[in-house]
């Protein structure tokens, strides 16, 4: 650590603060050393009565020289150099790590609020995240606590993770950090501390939950299935586009296309599959769901290639301005229950929310036990 002539002078001043107090402290352990040996003496009670008179003035010291030095880093020359706005067990943190923590933030909350409302904006945006600092801290201590730690090889991986869940790079990265008044150091911190919760959660929570299968079942039912009103269709749709002006696009070759994927359909393949693979429209990312249409929402040549289908038939071609369509009928009955997604499909992401939730609700409760532990004292009005 680096230190200027400031810091150098400040650590002076308060070793010899803490020298002055070690004397008397020093002096009363010798005075209770000799007191165990001699309690038989004529000079016990006066020493006893002494030793606690000793006792009361160097604790008042002790604890009126901690809160100076708590509450004000103060220089050689009695400058104030930083505040203390919060202690959490051993620990505390700073006015200035508060503001590098808040400044962009609520430089963007300047722009967007005036009078009453802006003050009362930037004290609720402060306490916020001054209540982040803390839990942060207290994760942090806890951590430590374990000997749980963080590489920069892990902070990169997950970076990259980052990068490709949301199929984007460092500069856009960086442009969204901007946008919401972030750096990208605060970012990689923010990174560090979830890598550090992830493995505190794999230490006392994650081997813990267990999902039942009568629970998936149960929000597989009310969340993927509905049931048909009169006149209500699930529908599921193919369809493969053409351009006039190309050749590779053309109208012709749209139409060996869909020939091609109707066979494949009919022929008993997946039709969900099939609309991922092959189908152009935006329907594609959703295996053909263009959901649960009344009669009155399906474009009549649609209803006309439906009409007359049983339930899993497959129409014929139709063709609807630049594109050839096919269509497969899941439901029309009245009453009918369907399910939007096979159960199969949806089993492992359906898990998956659920352990989600149950972690999350874990976490909170393990990290309420960790707060009620832990000494926390916030010294600013907020």
């Known amino acids: 650590m680096i230190c200027n002539n400031q810091t150098k ?39 006893n009565r002494h030793r606690q008179h000793l006792h009361m003035k160097t604790s008042h010291l002790l604890w009126a020289t901690l809160f100076l030095f708590t509450v004000l880093s103060v220089s050689a020359k009695g400058e104030i150099l930083d505040a203390t706005v919060a202690i959490i067990n051993d620990e505390i943190i700073t006015r200035s790590e508060l503001n590098q923590s808040t400044h962009n933030i609520l430089e963007n909350i300047k722009l967007q609020h005036s009078g009453q409302e802006l003050d009362k904006a930037l004290r609720a945006a402060e306490k916020d995240i001054l209540n982040k600092l803390i839990t942060k801290k207290i994760i942090e201590q806890e951590a430590k606590r374990r000997g749980l730690s963080v590489s920069d090889q892990e902070i990169q991986l997950a ?54 299968e009568e629970q998936i079942k149960q929000y597989y039912e009310t969340n993927y299935t509905q049931t048909l009103a009169k006149d209500e269709y ?71 290639a439906i009409s007359q289908l049983k339930p899993q038939d497959i129409s014929s071609i139709i063709e609807t301005s630049n594109t050839y369509q096919v269509l497969k009928l899941i439901a029309s009955s009245k009453n009918q229950t369907v399910s939007i997604i096979p159960y199969e499909t949806a089993h492992a992401q359906i898990h998956e929310i659920l352990f989600k939730q149950k972690i ?12 009620k532990k832990s000494f926390i004292k916030i010294l600013i009005d907020n």
């Open 9 to 47: 002078q400040k650590l002076i001043h308060i070793g010899s603060i803490l020298l002055f107090i070690g004397k008397p402290l020093l002096l009363s352990l010798v005075i209770s050393r000799y007191i165990k040996t001699h309690k038989k003496t004529w000079a016990y009670q006066k020493y």
């Open 159 to 212: 970076l990259q993770r980052h990068l490709q869940q949301n199929k984007t790079n460092e500069q856009q990265l960086r442009k969204e950090l901007k946008q919401a008044g972030l750096t990208e150091e605060q970012y990689l911190t923010d990174l560090h501390h979830q890598i550090l919760i992830s493995k505190l959660v794999s230490s006392d929570i994650r081997s813990k939950i267990v999902i039942p």
């Open 360 to 371: 999350d609700s874990a976490f909170e409760q393990w990290f309420q036990d960790l707060q």
């Open 234 to 304: 699930f529908i599921l749709q193919i369809g493969c586009t053409w351009q006039p002006d190309s050749p590779e696009k053309s109208k012709k070759v749209a139409l060996q296309r869909i020939e091609q994927i109707r066979m494949l359909a009919v022929s008993g393949k997946d039709f969900a599959k099939l609309a991922k693979k092959y189908s152009d429209l935006p329907s594609a990312k959703d295996g053909g769901n263009i959901g649960i249409l009344k009669r009155s929402e399906i474009a009549p040549i649609m209803y006309e």
